[in-house]
Every structure is written in structure tokens, then in C-alpha cells.
């Protein structure tokens, strides 16, 4: 069984939590990268016409990404993971999973949040994406341990 571990990280402590999560699970690992960063202002989610939170206001917004997608077809695990905004996943998490072919994977969501929990989150994927084996992994708080890969 192959394993990838897949995350968007706005300010790197996502970053630091799959890097972490792809060793503890000998996982490899792609980066779920915008085609435009994200700057500090538009990560300032208490500013309503910030980048962050007119994306995260329009659900039909898709950011594009940064680089191909890379071939699936050979994990039968993929664990996909995201700093928790406004309750669910950053907009690029759903412009990965919408171009990616996940059909018949195991899907795990990890997540990193400085207040909310994981279960929204998680729920809001699998409404969006009822075809896919969508499960819930961790809310990461601190170092990976094995029993999260």
C-alpha cells in the first residue's frame, strides 16, 4: 500500500505537520501550491475584502494551482491536509480535490487550527464530495505521532 501526503499550507505549520506525517507514515509528499501565494494581507481573515476571506465567502471560488497534479494511480492512500479556515478547507484544497482522480482511494483529512475542530471540516468534504472515501484523521496540535499516519 502507497501512501502521499498532500497539504496547502499558508504560513508553514501545516507544512511542518505533513513533512512530519509523510515520515512517521513513509509516505510520499506533494504540496498543494496556488499558482498565486498568499501574502500576510491576504491571510488577514479580519479583513472582509482580504484575499483569504473573499475566496472562503464565494464557495464557488477555485483558486488555480501552481504545477501539475501529480499521478494518483499508484496510492491507495492519500491524506490530504489544510489549515482550518472559517470552519472547512482553504478553496485551493477543493481546486486539488476537483482535478485530481481520488476515486477508490482512502482519503484522510489532517488539519491544523489555531480554535476550530476537525469534524466540520471533514463533513463539509464529504457533502461536497459524497463519491469519495473521505475519512477523518487529526486536528494536529503539537508533533505527528505514528498512530496519525
Known amino acids: 500500500m502507497k501512501r502521499l501526503v498532500t497539504y496547502f499550507s499558508a504560513s508553514g505549520v501545516t507544512r511542518?505537520?505533513?513533512e512530519e506525517l509523510a515520515a512517521v507514515a513513509k509516505a510520499d509528499?506533494?504540496?498543494?501550491?496556488?499558482a498565486e501565494p498568499y501574502t500576510r494581507e491576504d491571510l488577514d481573515w479580519r479583513n472582509k475584502k482580504s484575499r483569504s476571506s473573499l475566496e472562503m465567502q464565494n464557495e464557488a471560488s477555485r483558486p488555480a494551482l501552481d504545477g501539475a497534479i501529480p499521478d494518483l494511480s499508484e496510492y491507495d492512500t492519500v491524506y490530504i491536509g489544510f489549515?482550518?479556515?472559517?470552519?472547512?478547507?482553504p478553496r485551493v484544497v477543493n481546486t486539488f480535490i476537483e482535478n485530481s482522480d481520488l476515486k477508490d482511494k482512502d482519503l484522510i483529512v489532517f488539519a491544523t487550527s489555531g480554535g476550530s475542530g476537525l469534524e466540520y471540516a471533514v463533513n463539509d468534504l464529504r457533502k461536497r464530495y459524497p463519491g469519495l472515501n473521505i475519512r477523518s484523521g487529526r486536528l494536529v496540535k503539537g508533533k505527528v505521532t505514528e498512530d496519525m499516519a
Not at 29 to 34: A, D, F, L, Q
Open 16 to 18: 511542518k505537520a505533513a
Open 83 to 89: 489549515p482550518i479556515w472559517w470552519g472547512v478547507a
Open 29 to 34: 509528499i506533494h504540496e498543494i501550491k496556488p
